[in-house]
């Protein structure tokens, strides 16, 4: 089968498009194969091997898993021991960060994979995995978000940013959104109640208060989260510096900072699907790839200039 390939750190250069072996079945997992594939900065993190204590999890002086990937939208193939809830013939999405999902077929454990809607495309569902189970579990699993709360969303426009509008709004919530003024048009077009340009006005002089408060871009300071939110989320980040500083904070302060990494499950994937079936949540795929361009996709989501998603779509 074909794949993208690294044996070392760097940027999309460094990807191969090479014929490997077909993945062996294992107990538990789901051999599919693959219609369409989403980018993720998590992807270009891996590949760059950056930030470097990532090399502990995905290899210290060069990468341990071969191919590249996480999001994914196809068929399963073949079914594990085990495996109770999909069969053979199922359209599916997922994620499959440690096998390498840009190829033609994945191996992915069945606990990450959930049930494609049947009118709804492979393109679209590969937009989802990463990003709407992050925004899902910020604003839900760590957010603990009620209806007619308040949220403030820094980075709306983005990937994980605008599944974290549509959702906040789904459960009832009033929602600010933090964007570019280019992006204003786009965001007003989720739904959110109030929009704040950032370059217009300084988010980091903003002083309204808000129930809860999502970071999907990764900029704010520990003194912004306690000042604009009872509680906060933080789901990205620009600095290592900013990063550790506040989380430094955190450990000694009493204010509910949650801070987590996604990770995919057969009940938030269809709890999403649910969501899009039901048309209150859109996947916006901003721009669309031949799986020979993965590379380009991968070069053109670190520039962080997107709305939504960057898909790619194999032949």
């Not at 990450?112 to 393109?123: K, L, N, Q, R, S």
């Not at 509910?256 to 209150?280: H, R, V, W, Y």
């Not at 996947?283 to 669309?288: A, E, Q, R, S």
Request: with cysteine.
């Amino acid at each position: 089968m074909k794949a993208f390939t690294k044996t070392t750190y760097g940027g999309p250069e460094v990807l191969r498009l090479e014929e490997v072996e077909k993945p062996t079945l294992k107990e538990d997992h789901l051999l599919v194969k693959v219609y369409a594939n989403s980018a993720n900065p998590a992807d270009w993190h891996i590949l760059r091997g950056k930030p470097f204590f990532a090399r502990f999890s995905f290899g210290l002086f060069k990468p341990t898993d071969k191919i590249l990937g996480a999001d994914f939208a196809g068929v399963v193939e073949a079914v594990g021991n085990n495996v109770k809830n999909f069969k053979v013939g199922d359209r599916v999405f997922g994620e499959a960060l440690q096998s390498g999902a840009f190829a033609e077929y994945v191996l992915a454990p069945a606990t990450g994979c959930g049930h494609m809607p049947a009118e709804t495309g492979f393109d679209v569902m590969a937009a989802v995995p990463i990003a709407g189970v992050t925004a899902w579990q910020a604003i839900v699993t760590h957010g603990k978000l009620q209806k007619g709360e308040s949220v403030l969303i820094n980075g709306s426009s983005g990937g994980v940013g605008h599944f974290a509008v549509q959702i906040a709004k789904a459960l009832g919530a009033e929602v600010t959104a933090v964007c570019s003024n280019r992006n204003i048009d786009f965001v007003e077009s989720l739904g959110v109640d109030k929009i704040l340009a950032y370059d217009r006005e300084n988010i980091h002089q903003h002083t309204q208060k808000y129930d809860l408060v999502i970071d999907t871009h990764g900029n704010l300071t520990f003194k912004d989260y306690k000042r604009l939110g009872k509680r906060g989320v933080m789901v990205g980040f620009t600095t290592m510096g900013l990063m550790i500083s506040v989380l430094l904070k955190r450990a000694l302060s009493k204010y509910p900072l949650a801070q987590f990494t996604a990770e995919a499950n057969t009940q938030d994937l269809n709890t999403l699907t649910s969501l899009i079936q039901a048309g209150k949540v859109q996947p916006h795929i901003f721009k669309t790839y031949p799986y020979l361009d993965i590379p380009k996709a991968i070069g053109y989501i670190e520039s962080m200039r997107t709305k939504g998603k960057v898909v790619m779509v194999w032949e």
